[in-house]
């Protein structure tokens, strides 16, 4: 139990070490000619490496046996909502002066930005129900139901990264290869898991 | 993956700006002192990349970005697609001795190196906003060559229409080029009578001195009016001709990306807004004025045409 608390305090520290860097850079000038673009990029690039570290703790699980790791999902996954507001914050606030009619023509017109914002809003409710009150109150099925919306948002975020480079798609391609074979791991196992269970229940002979 | 490395040069050690845009007279004091001291002679005549350097009432009166910005933040993919890359790759780019080869629709087809060009027509402080695609700005203190005094050099043939200009195409200078991210060489294109507007240069320098690499040495193309992306860079070959030429964005992505390129914040990129820019320095976006603030003196270029169409 110490051990994991330890574990989860480092992981925590871990997870602000990307802000933390910015900070740091902010103070030492070191943010590029266009400090705003590299904040609200760094924010997005960490937000989706999150969401997909989050996603990776099930197949990791299941590889190691390790099945502590189960503990450190909603902390990871609610960093990865951190930085979603942040990145989101940094766009309304920062890049656009909190400019309601811009900011709604860009999500109105814009396709990258209405999927971002789409999957930032869809972000809210798993953040919300986050808690194990909300756990008891949805009930282990319908909370699990819900919270497969990750799936879907993970991808949204890949695509809203591709939508937005301008040519070279070397970096949303490799968060996309990623995401695929963290699902795809998901859709192999599910697969085979009537055989397996078959396997298990049969008495060893 | 955003763990970049910090700039070999720290901030902190970049000469002043004030007193970097002042140096010549600062190095002209410092040259009568030591001059005054060494008996007879005179080091007023220190060399320097372009002496005289002529003002041009063509320069917009804003005041220029920081040397910094200007050659740390450059979209020249020929060196890589991050805007960082450039000035950490450019090195490799050799950019003496340099011809460019003029030829096509023209009378006097040659191949010339800078200094004749320069000779040609003689550089002068062009100061221009440049507005880039992607909604940002800098105000650039360029040293340029009228471009027009070039063409007319060459004497353009009553067939000469367009002027197509093409990059340097050698991977092994360029090593961006190994990646098919564009299709290369980068080719860009003019009217005419864009290419003969007074605006119009051929950029050989920047605060004075030599054209950094990274900025698209030796002779870059620089059209206030227009995206930065019409401003070819390490340019090879200049070529008068009749049809209109295929730009390398518009082949890219002909729906974003057209031949002229004006800059109109009424036509927005299909994925964003032309209305405003940031320039770089400032915290709020302002405006982007048509033309790029230039519409005074191109507007009537383009007189009857319908600009959303011709984007």
Redo the contacts between chains.
Sequence with gaps: MKSLFAFKAALFALCLA?LA?LVFFAFT??L???P???VL??LG??TL?LLLVTLSITPLRRLTGWNSLIRVRRLLGLFAFFYACLHFLTYAG????FDLS?IL??VV????ITIGFTCFVLLIPLAATSTNAMQRRLGGKRWQQLHRLIYLIAAGGVVHYL??V???IT?PVLYGLVLAVLLGIRFAWRRRVPAAQAAVSRPPG | MLFRRPPDIQPSEITDRDLYLNRRKFLAAAGVTLGAALVGESLLAAPSAFPNLRKSPLSASESPNSPRDVTTYNNFYEFGTDKADPAQNAHTLVTRPWTVRIDGEVKRAQSVDVETLMRWSPPEERIYRLRCVEAWSMVIPWVGLPLAAIIKHAEPTSRAKYVEFTTLNDPKQMPGQRSRVLEWPYVEGLRLDEVMHPLAILAVGLYGDILPNQNGAPLRLVVPWKYGFKSVKSIVRIRLVEQQPVNTWNRAAPNEYGFYANVNPAVDHPRWSQAKERRLGEFTKRPTLPFNGYAEQVASLYSGMDLRKFY
């Design positions: 990307p860097q000038d070191r590029g000619a266009n705003i673009e590299f990029r760094s690039t960490w490496t920062v890049d656009q002066s811009a023509a860009d017109k814009r396709p990258y939508w937005l301008k040519k070279d970096q």
